[in-house]
């Protein structure tokens, strides 16, 4: 089966055929580093690491050019640093040095380049420059903005039209617009803020404009495939269109990717791990192929329930699984039909992850089959999984867990047993097993 993705732009499922066959270019907006990822920012990193290592399989190793850029310049990573008396400089290298560990914990294969918005400033000053020029741009209070109502196709990747936009107040209201959906490409820099010298005063540049410059700089005009969260549609991805397209007058990627949410409302994280996991705080406890498995369990475009049950049941298999590292085999090149062709069809990794567990059931009955284990640990491989050693302690807070009992003790005094069962529940998918006794309840890890 041919590669299917699915476009933002068309709604649909579309063949995938390279611009060029010898250099495959994709773009994913990477993180905004004013704190450590969370797991919400993870998901698209895991995902098209997966789109990566397939690309490169069917194109050839080094046919495929990856850029995921990190922003170290926004209103965000500048708030954060006045609040902690730091410069943007040391604020971001902290960050930076935890999201690398976490990259390399989760066995995320490096992009072909990773720039920083910083080192492209030269080049967004350039843009913005000519788009003053041409007419799709204007100053104003040493601003420059985008004049929105300029480019006819503004509002095609998130099917907004200019007044749904203004209407739903997605856009914000100020003195130097010529309208509210304008956007900002340069703005100046107060005191004790970081700037650049730019023909429009001391300033530095807005968010979008970054991920055009370094897309355009590192992939040209046109490539094939841009990625990000679904939060980016709008405005951060209709924005870079509009000025990149305007700017050098071409369609920018052909097709546009984004995944769904990672929600903590069904089953909440617990309070022990927080509402806000990050990738950094759950390797305390988990390994990376666990949370990455986890990451992977739905399909990306859908919303994911990430919960410690998830968590959980994902390091129940990868123990399982981890017994592969004892087999011996006969190197065999190919993966599964079926495996692979879940992978075609739109990245459905839930299903090639079932279609594993499948091929493991199998292995169990037929252990001597090397044409079968070849095919399981190929479609590891090709995932980035290597269930090694997935086994960790888990760092018991022993307080919490007393807290947990006498909050249950209490509500089971007063009846509310839907609160106990619950208390039961949580801590059961933590890994704590509660057992109530003549001399009070006792519990254990499992
Ligand atoms: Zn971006």
Not at 181 to 210: C, T
Not at 357 to 372: A, G, M, S, V, Y
Request: with cysteine.
């Amino acid at each position: 089966m041919p590669l299917k993705l699915f476009n933002t732009i068309s709604k649909e499922k579309e063949l995938f055929k390279p611009i060029r066959e010898d250099d495959v270019r994709m773009y994913v907006c990477g993180p905004t580093l004013y704190n450590n990822p969370h797991v919400g920012n993870f998901r698209p990193i895991v995902i098209f690491d997966v789109l990566f290592r397939l690309l490169k399989d069917i194109y050839n190793e080094n046919k495929v050019t990856y850029v995921r850029n990190i922003t170290d310049i926004d209103d965000k990573i500048i708030n954060k640093s006045k609040e902690l008396s730091q410069s943007t400089e040391e604020l971001v290298s902290v960050y930076k040095k935890t999201f690398q560990k976490d990259l390399l914990d989760l066995n995320i294969l490096p992009p072909t380049k990773e720039p920083s918005a910083t080192d492209y400033i030269d080049k967004m000053i350039l843009m913005i420059k000519d788009l003053v020029k041409t007419g799709f741009a204007y100053e104003s209070e040493n601003h420059v903005l985008f004049e929105t109502n300029k480019f006819k196709d503004y509002g095609k990747l998130s099917r907004l039209s200019l007044k749904d936009i203004i209407a739903g107040a997605r856009v914000e209201v100020a003195g130097y617009k010529k309208n509210p959906e304008d956007f900002v490409l340069w703005k100046p820099s107060k005191n004790n803020e970081p700037f650049w010298d730019s023909p429009w005063g001391k300033g530095r540049p807005g968010w979008h404009i970054e991920c055009s410059a370094m897309s355009h700089e590192l992939l040209g005009s046109n490539f094939d495939i841009h990625g990000g969260g679904i939060d980016l549609i709008f405005p951060h991805h209709e924005n870079e269109i509009a000025q990149s397209t305007c700017w050098h007058g071409e369609q920018t990627a052909q097709i546009w990717m984004h995944n769904g949410f990672v929600n903590f409302s069904g089953e909440k994280m617990s309070k022990s791990l927080g509402n806000i996991a990050t990738v950094n705080d759950l390797l305390k406890n988990y390994t990376g192929d666990v949370i990455k498995y986890s990451l992977l369990n739905a399909h990306y475009r859908q919303p994911l329930e990430f919960s410690d049950a998830l968590l959980r049941s994902s390091q129940l298999i990868l123990d399982k699984w981890s017994d592969s590292k004892n087999w011996n085999i006969q190197t065999i090149n190919g993966y599964d039909q079926q495996f692979i062709d879940y992978l075609m069809d739109d990245l459905n990794t839930p299903a090639a992850l079932m279609r594993l567990q499948t091929i493991f059931n199998l292995i169990k009955k037929d252990p001597e089959n090397n044409e079968l284990r070849a095919h399981f640990i190929n479609g590891l491989k090709l995932l980035g999984i290597d269930p090694k050693d997935t086994k960790k302690e888990l760092k018991i807070d022993v307080n919490y867990i007393e807290n947990m009992i006498s909050e249950r003790s209490l509500a089971k005094e007063s009846r509310n047993f839907d609160r106990a069962d619950q208390i039961r529940d949580e801590l059961q998918n933590q890994g704590i097993v509660l057992e109530d006794t003549p001399g009070g309840t006792k519990w254990k890890q499992i």
